[in-house]
């Protein structure tokens, strides 16, 4: 949470550095673009992120949610021109999707539901905290040789980037989170989860190991979790299991047996069933109830980011315009 809101406090200065506005008193629209830039990244990836925690697991992705707030958010720090700040904050948006993955963890390893919510509040609460720690480390952080110059020289490396030091401090935390992610965050998408979601019955597949067999051998899920019934193998590799004149097995011999390794096998029936997926979140959105439940979100994601990103703003503006003038640290 640190790394998404540390930005706020030095927006209006780096524009300024940037030469897209001549004081901090014209910078709040290209600020606001600084920080869109990373909203923008979240709509477009928010949906794909979901897709691919049900596919390669919840961990990955929390993983790679954090590698992404540590490589972009350092690339930020060593923005040297308005764009390329605008591109990695993008970057930041659509590699982020840890909060939607971190609250499915939650919902799967709360086994008692009465304690979900408590447990949701806690998330929430997180992002307090990294709305409070983010700030005050971008604004005490930024501009070292300016704010420290006895430590910090201007010819240095943090005199031409002025706004690298708090990215790298955020990348710091990012890195620590991943170690611990890694080391301590269960899978929550178990195996049995995942075969469940990714075969159904009747599904093809390819079955490599547990069968007995040398050979892949092409079978159809049962409703058995683990468990196929061959449809197509030669005498000797079924092993006697009775079969019909026409390669088909003996309806009387299902040969069930349990596969560890398997590929789905792609065919018209699985693109349909991607199609099924888009239908059902084309459902979603046009049910009554959750557009209502999404515009009452919208708007109240709209009233907190307008009031967090226009009173650094006013901070930064000088008293003839209303505003009282302050510093990034002291904005912070």
Known sequence: MTRMNNS???????????????????????????????????????????????????????LISMLNVAVFGVLFGFSSNF??????????????????VAKTVISEIVANKDQELKAFGILNGTWGIGMIVGPVVGGLLSRPAVLYPQVFASSSLWGRFPYLLPCLCCAAVAVAAEILIFRFVPETL???????????????????????????????????????????????????????????????AHAV???HSYSKLVSSEDQGRKKAVWQGLKELLLDP????????????????????????????????YGGVGWGASAVG
């Open 289 to 320: 109830k959750l557009q209502l439940l999404f515009c009452v979100y919208s708007s109240t994601c709209f009233v907190v980011l307008m009031v967090d990103e226009t009173f650094p703003l006013w901070c930064v503006s000088n008293l003839e």
């Open 190 to 252: 178990t195996s049995s989860t995942s075969l469940q979601d990714s075969v159904e019955e009747g599904d093809t597949v390819a079955c490599r190991e547990g069968t007995g067999m040398d050979s892949e051998i092409e079978m159809t899920a049962t409703d058995g979790v683990g468990e196929f019934r061959l449809i197509a193998a030669s005498e000797e590799e079924a092993d006697g299991i009775p079969y019909r004149g026409d390669g088909e097995p003996a309806e009387e």
């Open 83 to 100: 764009v390329m700040a605008m591109v990695s904050r993008l970057c930041i948006g659509i590699g982020n999707g840890f909060m939607a």
């Open 8 to 62: 706020v406090s030095i927006q209006a200065f780096m524009v300024v550095d940037f030469g897209m506005a001549s004081t901090t008193d014209s910078a709040g629209y290209f600020a606001g673009w600084i920080t869109g830039m990373f909203m923008i990244g979240r709509v477009m990836s928010s949906i794909p992120w979901g897709i691919l925690a049900d596919r390669w697991g919840r961990k990955p992705c929390l």
């Open 257 to 259: 047996m349990e596969c």
